[in-house]
């Protein structure tokens, strides 16, 4: 999953994808609505280049008043982000989401709670955290990385029956730099975005893929022996 598309906070004003060597390549879109890439690597090292320059928003919304939403007033297409999932056993976190929400009504003040919770109690540290590490291991380890912080808050969130999933892409000035995670909630009547690794809301994000968890938003999953050399992710804001 290379390719970004035009959402309603971006628009892709140029993009391209090249393989060396040229390889035939399919797309077909997913069940999440993501623009997927196909292809069949030849024996040997083939490097994959992708760029895109979009506009997007400088801030992301904030709404502490955004209520909580019951279940049986949720549009049915978001009912899927309430489930368990691969690295999301929200199943198992209940009572320490209770506890971290205590008496917050507001939706999104609830949210928020989580995220701060999961920025303050869980240190980033690389190599701490391979691609099996599930929430419950963060919570047990409180060490990750970008994916591992929201795997952890999108578990929380969905125990307490607030629909979560998690969002992969691009993310303006990320030190140090490199492909970045986070997550959105519904609440109020819509997505808002949060991330667990950042102190404050931060916007500059382009959206190249969303899913339930890192099963569905990997930006490239392979069949077979596949080695990854080297990956390079460059980000700049063009005046």
């Known amino acids: 999953m290379l ?7 971006q628009f892709i004003r140029q993009e391209a994808f090249l393989t060396t060597p040229l390889v035939p390549v399919s797309e ?9 890439q196909r292809t069949i690597l030849p024996v040997g090292t083939t490097i994959i280049e992708s760029s895109v320059i979009a506009e997007c928003d400088e801030n992301i919304d904030v709404n502490p008043a955004a209520a909580y939403v019951p279940i049986e007033e949720l549009p049915g297409i978001v009912l899927q982000f309430l ?13 320490l989401a209770m506890e971290i929400i205590k008496d917050i009504q507001s939706g999104y003040e609830q949210v928020e709670a989580i995220r701060q919770w999961c920025f303050q109690n869980i240190s980033r540290q690389y190599g701490s955290t391979n691609s099996s590490t599930s929430a419950i291991d963060v919570l047990q380890s ?30 303006h000035d990320l030190k140090p730099m490199d492909l970045h995670a986070w997550f959105e909630a519904y609440v109020g009547d819509r997505w808002y975005t949060f991330d667990a690794l950042m102190e404050k809301p931060v916007g500059g994000r382009i959206i190249m893929a969303i899913g339930r968890d890192a099963a569905d938003v990997a930006f490239a999953s392979h069949f ?5 050399v080297k990956m390079e992710v ?3 804001e063009v005046k």
């Open 234 to 236: 460059n980000v700049d």
């Open 3 to 9: 390719r970004s598309k035009s959402e309603p906070t």
């Open 83 to 95: 489930l368990p999932s691969r690295y999301c056993e929200s199943d198992k976190v209940g009572e």
């Open 224 to 228: 077979g022996e596949v080695v990854l």
């Open 142 to 171: 409180r060490t990750g990385v970008c994916r591992d912080f929201t795997h952890v808050a999108i578990a929380l969130c969905r125990s307490i029956n607030i629909p979560a999933r998690m969002v992969v892409g691009y993310l």
């Open 28 to 36: 077909y879109i997913d069940g999440y609505g993501n623009i997927c």
